[in-house]
């Protein structure tokens, strides 16, 4: 029984909902789960549930067993009473700190057993975060020495709790792709993608997309898939649409402490805002001049609310994305955030055929909104698909005019999809609003389509009319095929 069910997808992206039984609750995602210090709140687990309507959280047990002062608690009252928050409960094993500072004192029996004695909901191994970058053999070697660690994590008597399975092997994407595949094949409950913070932090979104797409195609449709350190708001549209579940953020909290302000677009500094860009409750009831001047810990506090609520929020605008089927257009609008971000959308669209294996076949409207559109899943998709249809005749019309009946046959044609028959007129997504302007890249791209519908009839004579293409995307339409300007006819 998988305690992860898909309700609808957009490209890669899902919906979806996680069943936790040791906590009782159903978790929708994508979500976020805040990382909560146990020894340092920002802002209280119980208010991150009544204010925020967090569902899970995550936090790291590693700190909590090597604690002292509240070793004894967590396993006497357990972490939801600890903590005082009745949602799921993730906990870490401590792999950051071995990533970090190179040692850690637990074995993952010992660390799996802790988490399940202090009442976690969702427990990890001690697995091994191989950097990026790093040779071949060593993440080899480490990825190896991880997957022995999830096998014998199987082992462990865990009872309801669930488990994760971290899917390492650095910037090697064969590695991924076999780390998750083999991590899948434990049958463990959720897969945490690891060691892609230093990525996120060199804002080498690219590499991010390669890894992630890797990394899913080693999973395929399992999940929840939990892109471990992702906390930034600017991101999560780019990786939900890689079919990421999971994101976790300490950023809300660390990057308050540092005077930063996270909006969808990036990061701010406080001093370098005159006005608050956003319309959560603490920035309508306050002047960036009056959070300037208040204590370090209000003025830590409230822009952690401010963070909070600005990632809840995309949270929220990226659920109602996919469930719109929209989710693409979103990440075409946030990838104009920074360079960086444009980056990591040409490099998803480069594995527009393993998103289009999910898309939804049918949804509202294509919006063509830049000169990446053309690249979409959708594009691809009615482009491989030509070869279903038969053609009635010798001779075939294609054109963005009228039919003329000196053809056996007309089809439409429209940038950026290329030739189509005139009954799917009315279909997603040839229904697409294009802008009147559009770019060239659409009408290449259009020009390929009739290209392979071209390839695909060899017998059959084709007469394409357009409306004034580029020179670029005519040189792309086979030499047989006889051309005409729409407007340059009688
Ligand atoms: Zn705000």
Redesign the pocket.
């Known amino acids: 029984m998988s305690n992860f069910e898909v309700r609808t997808y957009d490209a890669a992206g899902r919906l979806g909902e996680l069943t936790v039984p040791r906590a009782g609750v159903t978790v929708e995602t994508p979500t976020l789960m805040p990382v909560v210090n146990p020894h340092v709140q920002t802002v209280a687990p119980s208010t991150l549930e009544s204010e925020f309507g967090a569902e899970i959280l995550i936090t790291n047990s590693y700190i909590l067993h090597g604690s002292d002062e509240l070793r004894e608690p967590a396993v006497e009252r357990g972490l939801h009473d600890l903590l005082d928050f009745s949602g799921a409960i993730m906990t870490d094993s401590g792999s950051f700190q071995l990533a970090e500072y190179g040692e850690i004192d637990v074995t993952t029996e010992e660390i799996l057993t802790f988490q399940y004695d202090i009442g976690s909901d969702i427990g990890t191994p001690v697995d091994i975060p191989t950097p990026p970058d790093v040779a071949r053999e060593q993440a080899v070697d480490e990825q190896e020495t991880t997957q022995e660690r999830l096998e014998r994590a199987t082992e462990v008597d865990t009872g309801e709790m669930l488990v994760t399975a971290p899917v390492q092997g650095s910037t090697h994407p064969d590695l991924r792709e076999r780390a998750a595949r083999e991590a899948a094949g434990t049958g463990l409950d959720v897969f945490p993608l690891g060691a892609v913070v230093p990525l996120m932090n060199e804002y080498r979104y690219d590499d991010l997309v390669d890894v992630v797409a890797a990394c899913k195609r080693g999973l395929g449709e399992r999940g929840p898939v939990h892109l471990f350190g992702a906390g930034h708001p600017m991101m999560f549209a780019l990786a939900a649409a890689l079919g990421c579940d999971l994101f976790d953020s300490a950023a809300y909290a660390l990057y308050a402490r540092d005077d930063r ?1 996270l909006t969808v677009r990036g990061t701010e500094q406080l001093d370098d805002l005159a006005y ?9 009831a306050h002047e960036p001049d009056a959070v300037r001047s208040m204590a370090d810990d209000d003025r830590e506090e409230l822009l952690a ?3 909070l ?2 990632t809840y929020g995309e949270i929220r605008t990226v659920r109602q994305a996919i469930r719109g089927g929209n989710l693409l257009e979103l990440v075409d609008a946030r990838a104009r955030g920074h360079p960086t971000m444009l980056d990591g959308y040409r490099t998803l669209l480069d594995h527009a055929a393993q998103l289009e294996r999910t898309d939804r076949v049918s949804k509202d409207a294509f919006f063509h909104t830049s000169t990446e559109s053309a690249r979409r899943p959708e594009v691809l998709r009615h482009q491989q698909r030509l070869d279903r249809f038969e053609l009635a005749g010798d001779e075939v019309l294609l054109t963005e005019g009228g039919s003329n009946s000196d053809y056996d046959e007309t089809w439409g044609v429209v940038p950026p999809f290329g030739p189509y028959p005139r009954g799917l007129s009315e279909t997603y997504p040839l229904t697409a609003e294009v802008p009147d302007r559009t770019d060239r890249r659409a009408y290449e791209v259009a020009a390929d389509g009739v290209a392979r519908l071209v390839d695909l009839h060899p017998d059959v004579s084709f007469t394409l009319v357009h409306d004034d293409w580029p020179a670029t995307a005519l040189e792309r339409v086979p030499d047989r095929v006889r051309l005409r300007d729409l407007h340059a006819r009688e």
């Open positions: 302000y608050f860009p956003c319309e959560c409750p603490v920035c309508t609310r401010h963070n609520h600005v």
